[in-house]
């Protein structure tokens, strides 16, 4: 449903029309384009949202062109990424296929993936946000009131945290692969070989089996790893700003209902509230329609990570406390950020559900047809975010993810051959590199 061509409800007066102007000029601290600004421009260096004008106060400056230095520098994240995909499927080819070997693998399909609908979504953002501004505009204004803290301070503490978690993760991931080639090089007397050497032909054996290694790549290695690891996080993050966005406005609507609670009320207040409760509904769709290829790669990616690490749980034994912490840290990580996400994409289909709960008190006599419009609204319609129409975001999802989860660790921990788990691949100890034959 295009919000755009929507018919304007015609509820504000002259005064009001004024007001939201005049925020508009200024930006209001409160709006969605504002809270989410610097978020995107922090995504932008690691190439994700390639948006120009993401932080002016005016939306009509928010565009996309495809010959700006923000697209090119995406796309060639996004090449990058596609040609290490493409290399890890030739070397599954090599090695043959199996849930260890796979992980990389599917890392590289999902952040890949990711990078080109972000890429997608970018070229749609500036009519997007202009229909998310026209939607939202009314709530920016009295009598509608923040609903507790400010929307830019919750998204931003959001972000900050999700990221510094995902940063520790990823310097604790360098730090233990580190120490262990650091460690193994100990038993290997008489080498060269350094220790960036080997771990990036380690860790990125797909290039370097066709290719040798040189210093002056490994900015470069980074670069695009720190891109598709950061992607991958975003993923989440992203939707969750968006979940708790939406539920804000829901929210509202509750409060400003609950402002009136023991008072006789208007009929005309209930067509108000109604008219503004349908166009968050139309908001959502709207949203749902762009987002929901994201959404469903972000829960795809989220179950499939959280069975892998607790499938590694059952079969890696680590003798370091280093590894051991590391390990833990990063389970907790992950399942953390899939709950997370999901309950704050859950949350806007509980705030639908706000106000009939205050509805459902108002006396008899007080009750009218158009009241009765809005209560029939909001109890029969399901308004969630889904995951490309499959499934709603919804509480009731955490349970039944949570319960795909238990049942796979169960048939795992029946089933699981450690031996054959914990076998690698041949020639992937430290004294092999320096003898080994690249194919060019």
């Known amino acids: 449903m295009n919000i755009i061509n929507t018919p304007k409800i015609h509820f504000r007066d002259d005064s009001v029309e004024e007001e939201i102007e005049r925020k508009r000029k200024h930006q209001a601290p409160d709006s969605f384009q504002n809270a989410i600004g610097p978020i995107i421009v922090v995504a932008q260096c690691l190439g994700i949202m390639p948006v120009i004008g993401i932080l002016t106060?005016?939306?009509?400056?928010?565009?996309?062109?495809?010959?700006?230095?923000?697209?090119?520098?995406?796309?060639?994240?996004?090449?990058?990424?596609?040609?290490?995909?493409?290399?890890?499927?030739?070397?599954?080819?090599?090695?043959?296929?199996?849930?260890?070997?796979?992980?990389?693998?599917?890392?590289?399909?999902?952040?890949?993936?990711?990078?080109?609908?972000?890429?997608?979504?970018?070229r749609r953002w500036p009519k997007?946000?202009?229909?998310?501004?026209?939607?939202?505009?009314?709530?920016?204004?009295?009598?509608?009131?923040?609903?507790?803290?400010?929307?830019?301070?919750?998204?931003?503490?959001?972000?900050?945290?999700?990221?510094?978690?995902?940063?520790?993760?990823?310097?604790?991931?360098l730090t233990m692969t580190s120490i262990g080639i650091y460690g193994a090089l100990k038993e290997c007397p008489g080498t060269n070989i350094t220790i960036q050497e080997v771990f990036f032909e380690s860790q990125r054996s797909h290039i370097f089996y066709w290719i040798n290694f040189q210093n002056w790549m490994i900015p470069l290695l980074l670069l695009v790893n720190m891109s598709l690891t950061f992607c991958w996080t975003y993923l989440d993050l992203?939707?969750?700003?968006?979940?708790?966005?939406?539920?804000?406005?829901?929210?509202?609507v509750t409060d400003r209902i609950m402002q009136m609670e023991n008072k006789i009320i208007p009929e005309s207040f209930w067509t108000?509230?109604?008219?503004?409760?349908?166009?968050?509904?139309?908001?959502?769709?709207?949203?749902?329609?762009?987002?929901?290829?994201?959404?469903?790669?972000?829960?795809?990616?989220?179950?499939?990570?959280v069975c892998l690490q607790l499938f590694n749980s059952f079969t890696s034994n680590y003798s370091d406390i280093i590894s051991t912490v590391f390990f833990w840290f990063s389970l907790l990580f992950v399942m953390g950020r899939a709950v997370c996400c999901l309950l704050c994409v859950a949350s806007i289909h509980e705030a639908t559900k706000g106000p009939l709960r205050i509805?459902?008190?108002?006396?008899?006599?007080?009750?009218?047809?158009?009241?009765?419009?809005?209560?029939?609204?909001i109890a029969k319609d399901t308004i969630a975010l889904t995951g490309r129409k499959f499934f709603y975001i919804t509480k009731r999802l955490v349970l039944v993810m949570a319960g795909t989860v238990v049942t796979y660790e169960l048939v795992v921990f029946d089933q699981v051959d450690k031996e054959n788990a914990s076998a690698g691949e041949n020639g992937t100890h430290p004294c092999n590199w320096t003898t080994r034959q690249h194919v060019l």
């Not at 509805?359 to 609204?377: A, I, M």
């Open 238 to 252: 992203f939707i969750m700003l968006v979940g708790i966005s939406l539920a804000a406005r829901f929210n509202q």
């Open 57 to 122: 106060n005016n939306r009509n400056a928010v565009k996309f062109k495809w010959m700006s230095i923000r697209t090119i520098y995406s796309i060639f994240i996004l090449i990058c990424g596609i040609a290490e995909l493409l290399l890890n499927l030739n070397r599954i080819h090599r090695v043959g296929l199996n849930l260890i070997n796979a992980e990389a693998l599917t890392f590289y399909a999902i952040t890949s993936t990711g990078q080109f609908l972000f890429l997608s979504l970018a």
């Open 272 to 305: 108000e509230i109604r008219g503004h409760y349908l166009l968050l509904n139309e908001l959502v769709l709207y949203v749902d329609d762009r987002l929901s290829l994201i959404l469903l790669l972000s829960c795809a990616s989220n179950l499939y990570f």
């Open 359 to 377: 509805l459902r008190r108002v006396p008899t006599k007080h009750w009218s047809v158009e009241l009765g419009r809005f209560s029939r609204n």
């Open 128 to 173: 997007l946000i202009t229909c998310w501004d026209r939607a939202e505009s009314v709530f920016l204004t009295r009598p509608y009131r923040t609903h507790g803290w400010r929307l830019d301070f919750k998204m931003k503490i959001l972000a900050c945290f999700w990221t510094a978690l995902s940063a520790m993760e990823y310097a604790g991931y």
